[in-house]
């Protein structure tokens, strides 16, 4: 018999390559969808026949109880957020709804539903925020700098809850930042992708930027799913720092874009507004992912240089095909 998995965040970046990995292991792949008025299948149309979509939000519990009831997943990945940090000062009640209460919402649906299913968590390096430690290990004090980062916080010690007071399989993944040509374009790396990517081909004049001084540990999406997986193939559960143990600046990135493309003068093309500005910011990210190097014996496969070129290439094609 084939292993169930349940994602939560399906729909996402990280949850499209976590379907596709599990798919590849032969699972039964189910993910939870919320009702929107427009389609959130972009990125998993092309696996859409081999998975089953279930309705549900981290908001609600009743439907992630029935869920969890109805599949009796042997794996739940609790992906979904409201994962963007400028929208968490914005809407800082949602965030708190969906990123902090709705983790304790699907642990209180296992719980209820189906405990023995092992769950991971996907905790955040923005829970580091004003980094008491450089690099920051699963040791580090946390000092979150944004409501999302707080939410994230909260998610994180709820899980360690449920393992002390259930003895449920509960882990975290405190991930650093990772990305993909399937990240949204909100968020700075793919942002920088798809204007450089306009810029070079005569579509765009400016690329509007906040701080060009932050620094983060900038992985490839496809390769943190496989830690996320190796977690929950542990003897025990445990939490682990997720990264590439190297970090760059925001300004770094941009310099490596435009190389790509072939255009030296980047300045020329950058501007800063303000506006992208945060009212706290998270200043610099590097992990020390040595316990998953050598008890998941998990590496990441994808450089900093290689990420930004598989990135500009994906835009380049999407942009010169206008889509
Ligand atoms: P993402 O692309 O923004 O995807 C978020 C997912 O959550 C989407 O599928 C979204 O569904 C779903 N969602 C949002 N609100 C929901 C609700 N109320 N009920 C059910 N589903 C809801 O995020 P990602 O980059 O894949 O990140 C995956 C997870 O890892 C998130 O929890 C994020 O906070 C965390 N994380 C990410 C990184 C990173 O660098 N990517 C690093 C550390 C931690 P819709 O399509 O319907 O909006
Ligand atoms: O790409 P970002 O929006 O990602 P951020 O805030 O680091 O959060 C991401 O990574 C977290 C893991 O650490 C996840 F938990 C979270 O869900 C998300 O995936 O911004 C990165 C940096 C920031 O310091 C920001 O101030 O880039 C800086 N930045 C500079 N100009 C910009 C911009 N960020 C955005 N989004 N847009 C800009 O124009």
């Not at 539903?113 to 290990?137: D, I, L």
């Amino acid at each position: 018999m084939s292993k169930k998995a349940l994602i939560t965040g399906i729909t996402g970046q990280d949850g499209s390559y976590m379907a596709e990995f599990l798919l590849a292991k032969g699972y039964q792949v189910y993910g939870l969808t919320r009702r929107t008025s427009t389609i959130t299948t972009e990125r998993i149309k092309h696996i859409a026949a081999n998975i089953q979509l279930v309705e549900g939000d981290l908001t609600d519990q009743h439907s992630l109880t029935h869920v969890v009831r109805e599949i009796k997943p042997d794996e739940v990945y609790n992906l979904a957020a409201q994962s963007f940090v400028p929208s968490s000062f914005k809407q800082p009640v949602l965030t708190g709804e969906v990123t902090a209460l709705g983790v304790t919402r699907i642990l209180e649906a296992i719980r209820v539903g189906y405990p023995q299913a092992k769950f991971y968590q996907a905790s955040s390096s923005e829970m580091y925020g004003k980094a008491q430690e450089v690099p920051q290990t699963e040791h580090t004090p946390f000092y979150p700098r944004s409501p999302y980062g707080v939410a994230k916080l909260y998610g994180h010690w709820i899980t360690v809850n449920y393992r002390e007071s259930y003895n449920m399989f509960a882990c975290s993944g405190i991930c650093f930042n990772h990305e993909s040509p399937r990240r949204g374009t909100e968020f700075v790396t793919r942002k920088i992708t798809q204007g450089v990517a306009r810029i070079k081909l005569g579509k765009q004049k400016k690329l509007l930027m906040g701080n060009l001084d932050a620094k983060r540990d900038w992985g490839f999406a496809g390769d943190y799913v496989e830690a996320m997986w190796l977690m929950l193939q542990q003897e025990n559960p445990e939490d682990f720092v997720i990264g590439t143990g190297e970090t760059h600046s925001v300004k770094e990135f941009l310099v490596e874009a435009f190389k790509a493309v072939g255009i030296k003068n980047w300045q020329d093309w950058v501007e800063i507004d303000k506006n992208f500005y945060r009212p706290a910011e998270v200043d610099l990210l590097i992990a020390d992912p040595k316990k998953a190097f050598t008890k998941l014996n998990w590496k990441p496969k994808t450089s900093f240089s290689q990420l930004v070129a598989m990135m500009i290439k994906n835009d380049l094609k999407k942009e010169e095909a206008g889509v």
